[in-house]
C-alpha cells in the first residue's frame, strides 16, 4: 500500500513538473516580445550622436528621431487588443515579429532621418503590440497561484533586452573604434547597432509560431476541444470541463468586443479601466525612463567621466534585472498591493532627496555639478530609485494589467491601458530636456509628487488579485482594498 501511494505521489508530482515545465516555456517564449521591446526603445541611445552626424541633425529633429518610436508604440498597443481578439494571441506575436525586423533592417539601411523616424515608428508598432499581447496572453496560459511569477517575466525581458542592447551598442563601437566608424561590409557602426535587433526578431517569430493559442481565446471562437488540449497539456489543470464552463461564462461569445465594451458611467470609461490607464500613467510620471534615457547626463554631473558614465548606465541596468528576479519571487507570496505600496513610498523619499539635492548644484560650462556629499547623495538615491521602481512599479503593473481586466473585455482594456503608457512615456521623455532647463529640482521634485500619488492611488482604488482565477474578475473593482476583506 504505501509503495503504490508513494508511486501515485511520485507520478503527480512528475505530472506537476511537466506542466510547471510547460507553461514556464511558453510564458518565456511569449515574454521574448518584451525582450525586443526593451531592445527596440534603448538601441537608439548608442546609435543618436553618430546618426544625429551623420544626418545633421539640429536638436528638435534628433530628439524627435529618439521619441518617434514611442508614437508607433502607442497606436501599436491601441490596436493590438482588437487584432488579438480577431486573430489571436499568436498571429498578433507574428506580425509583432515581422514588424520589428522591418524596423531593424530599415533603421539599419536608411537613407535619411526621414526614412528613419519611419522605421523607427514600424519598429514601435511592434513595440506596442508585444506590450499588449505577451501580458495578457501569460495571463491566460497561466495558473492562477504562478500567474504573478509568470507575468513578471514580461518586465524582466523588458530589462534584460535594455541590458543586451546596451552591451551590444557598447560593444559594437568597441570594435570599430567609435559608433560613428565603419564596420563591417563598409556599414557604420551605429546603422550595425540597429541590425543587430533582426537576430531576436527572427527567433521571437519562430517561437511564436510554436505557442499553443490561448485557451480562452479558443473557447470565445468555439473551439472547445482545442481549448481543452491547451489547458490539458500546458496548464495541468485538472477538471477541464469545469475550467471550459467557468471561461464559457465569462465571454460574451455572441458579440464581438469592441472599444464600446469598455464603456462606463464613469468618464466615459468603467472604472476597472480608468485604475488600468492610471496605473500606466503612474508608472511612467514618476520619471523612470528619465534615468534611462538621460543616465550618462545624471552621472556626469555627479563629477564621474563620460567612460565611467557609460559603464554606470550598464551597471544600472543590471541592477534593474537584479531587483525584477526578486519581484517575481515575491509577487505570488506578498501580494501586488503591498509591492506597489512599499514602492511608492521608496520612490518619493528617493526622488524627494534627488531634488533636495540637485537644488545645492552649480553650473559649470553649462553643465550642472553637485559639491559633496550631494552628489553621492544624489547617486545613491538614483541607485535606490531603480530599486524600487524596479522591485515594484516595473513589474507589477504588467501583472495587473494582464489579470485584473474581466475576460471580456481583457485585451481591449489592456490595449487601452499600454497606450496611455507610450503616451506617458513620451509626455516624459520629451519634457525632461524643458523641466531640465527650469531646474533638476523641479524635474525630481515632479516625478516625487506623482509617487506620493501613486501611493494614495494604490491604497483607495487598486484591489488586491492575489491568487484569484481569472474568471472571478468580473468585478473587480469591488474585490477587497486597504487590507480588508471581499465586500459582501
Known sequence: MNTNGGGHMSQDKSKAGRFSARVIGISIAAALGGFLFGFDTAVINGAVDALAGAFELGPGLQGFAVSSALLGCAAGAWFAGSLANKLGRIPVMVIAAILFLM????????????????????????????????????????????????????????????FTALLSNALLANIAGSAANVLWFGIDAWRWMFMVEAIPAVVYGLMALRLPESPRFLVARGKVDKASQVLLDFTGETDVNLKIEEIRKTLNVEQKESLKDLRGDKFGLKPIVWVGILLSVFQQFVGINVIFYYSTTLWLSVGFEESQALLTSVITSITNIVVTIVAILLVDKVGRRPMLLTGSIGMAVTLGMMAVAFSFGTLQDGAVVLPQPWSLIALICANGFVVFFGATWGPLVWV??????????????????????????????????????????????????????????VYFQVPETKGRELETMTDVVNLPRRGGRKRA
Request: glycine share 12%; no cysteine.
Open 103 to 162: 524596423s531593424a533592417i530599415g533603421s539599419g539601411l536608411a537613407f535619411g532621418v526621414i526614412d528613419l523616424i519611419v522605421w523607427r515608428v514600424i519598429g514601435g508598432l511592434g513595440v506596442g503590440a508585444a506590450s499588449v499581447i505577451a501580458p495578457a496572453y501569460i495571463a491566460e496560459v497561466s495558473p492562477a497561484k504562478v500567474r504573478g511569477r509568470l507575468g513578471s517575466l514580461q518586465q524582466l525581458a523588458i530589462v534584460t533586452g535594455i
Open 400 to 457: 495587473l494589467l494582464g489579470e485584473m481586466f474581466p475576460n471580456s473585455i481583457r485585451a481591449g482594456a489592456l490595449a487601452v491601458a499600454a497606450a496611455a503608457q507610450w503616451i506617458a512615456n513620451f509626455i516624459i521623455s520629451t519634457t525632461f530636456p524643458a523641466f531640465a532647463e527650469i531646474g533638476l529640482t523641479f524635474a525630481y521634485g515632479f516625478y516625487a509628487f506623482f509617487a506620493i500619488v501613486s501611493f494614495f492611488f
